[in-house]
């Protein structure tokens, strides 16, 4: 069986999406990629956003793959899945050009994993797959879908929905090789802010998951339980970039942990890096060694700057607000580049919280505008305002935001669209 695995060529014009416009690595087609040859079946990833492919030519390169199975990502990299663009009108639009390609259309990403009858009916799939997808798709070369779980699908009965979102083993997921060419294709360095920039950027997971359960966090259909890969395996992936000219790499870690055997490693190899973390997990001791190690960018979740905030959106944090502050200052003294990332959390005085960002900018540490909270379909927020995530869910939660915010951050769109709109094909 062949399988043509495609990254859309990505558009958030009048999207609510706060996250990287970038063409970023679409890690999880490639280990997909890897687990769907070592089953012993063809595979080839087209990444339009990376190549900036129109319809035409993405369909054409796909056509010539004569694939047995199309396989479409929802969100713009694995990075993302935890703060993807609520509307489907890429993929959707993707999945509509393709359609005179005889083969199974997948689509695999975070709508899938949560509203799976939604999004195979919004996308016109043939079948969708729930939570991780890497060990999925290999066994829908089968021949029987009635025997794989994990799936939504269309059958002579309607649409099926097989079993519960599935969670890769990340021991078998192997030290991933991108062609050298596509890798020198790779300028941008993710969430990485100075004027001295060189070389290839790439982005690596040595973890997925993650132990806490924040309200906002849609993560109990694909990155519920924290798991790490092998130190080896990222190692070696890391090494194999390294020869190909990557001179920074981005953590796609749901949240990056204190690890001082990756960071020793990291520290004897020429390269840099960036991480998304909570500050609150350190030490000061780790946060030299983190600097040490090579690292330019932290990404910090601070989410409220009170204690009732932060209560409110289950976060757990068992320091001050105080002693964050502190913690991000001594990161600060060993990396270029410090972020405080806030959300609007509705129990903050808005005079503490431009209080508090001053301070923090006056120490050179970004802290953005609070971004106003969206209530993800599978998170906590969305489930105790409308219960469990039905075939409206993205709608309601899209509605719901526009309605209650009459302004946006500043990583937003000022003006963005009803999700309607955004979808209309």
Same mark, same amino acid.
């Given at each position: ?94 999945? &509509?050009? $393709?359609?005179?390609?005889? !083969?199974?259309? /997948?689509?695999? *990403?975070?709508?899938?994993? +949560?509203? #799976?009858? &939604?999004? $195979?009916?919004?996308?016109? !799939?043939?079948? /969708?797959?729930? *939570?991780?997808?890497?060990? +999925?798709? #290999? ?287």
């Amino acid at each position: 069986m062949n399988f043509a695995l495609v990254n859309p060529n990505w558009d958030f014009s009048g999207s609510i999406y706060f996250g990287c416009r970038e063409p970023h690595f679409p890690l999880e087609l490639g280990y997909s990629k890897a687990l769907i040859e070592r089953a012993g079946h063809g595979a080839r990833i087209i990444d339009a956003h990376l190549e900036g492919l129109s319809p035409e030519e993405t369909k054409r390169r796909v056509g010539e793959l004569r694939p047995d199975f199309i396989v479409v990502t929802t969100a713009p990299g694995y990075l993302f899945w935890r703060c993807p663009q609520p509307e489907l009108r890429v993929p959707r639009r993707l999945l &509509a050009g $393709l359609a005179g390609i005889q !083969a199974v259309k /997948v689509a695999v *990403g975070p709508h899938a994993s +949560v509203t #799976p009858s &939604a999004a $195979l009916t919004k996308l016109g !799939a043939d079948v /969708v797959v729930m *939570g991780e997808p890497e060990t +999925v798709l #290999p066994e829908l070369a089968g021949g029987s879908l009635d025997r794989v779980k994990s799936i939504c699908y269309r059958s002579g009965q309607g649409i099926r929905t097989q079993g519960g979102p599935r969670a890769s083993d990340l021991t078998a997921l192997p030290a991933l090789r991108w062609p050298r060419e596509y890798v020198k294709r790779r300028a941008h360095h993710h969430h990485r802010f100075c004027s001295n920039i060189s070389g290839c950027g790439a982005e690596v997971a040595a973890s997925r998951g993650c132990p806490y359960s924040c309200t906002f966090c849609a993560k109990r259909e694909f990155r519920n339980n924290y798991r790490k890969r092998p130190l080896p395996a990222v190692l070696d992936e890391i090494d194999g970039l390294i020869a190909d000219g990557v001179e920074y790499i981005y953590f796609i870690d749901e949240i990056f942990m204190p690890d001082r055997k990756l960071l020793e490693s990291l520290s004897a190899r020429r390269v840099k890096f960036g991480i998304q973390t909570r500050i609150d997990l350190w030490k000061p001791q780790m946060l030299e060694l983190l600097g040490e190690a090579g690292c330019v960018s932290v990404e910090a979740g601070v989410e409220s700057v009170s204690e009732a905030g932060r209560k409110h959106l289950g976060k757990k944090c068992a320091i001050t607000t105080d002693e964050i502050a502190f913690l991000l200052m001594t990161a600060k003294r060993g990396v270029n580049f410090v972020q405080a990332t806030l959300l609007d959390s509705s129990m903050d005085d808005p005079e503490v919280v431009e209080a508090w960002r001053s301070l923090l900018i006056s120490a050179g540490i970004w802290v953005n505008s609070p971004v106003p909270l969206f209530p993800y379909p599978g998170s906590e927020e969305y489930s105790r305002r409308w219960g469990e995530p039905d075939s409206r869910a993205w709608e309601r939660a899209h509605e719901h935001y526009l309605a209650e915010n009459g302004s946006f951050s500043d990583i937003q769109e000022s003006d963005p669209l009803p999700l309607a709109e955004l979808e209309a094909v």
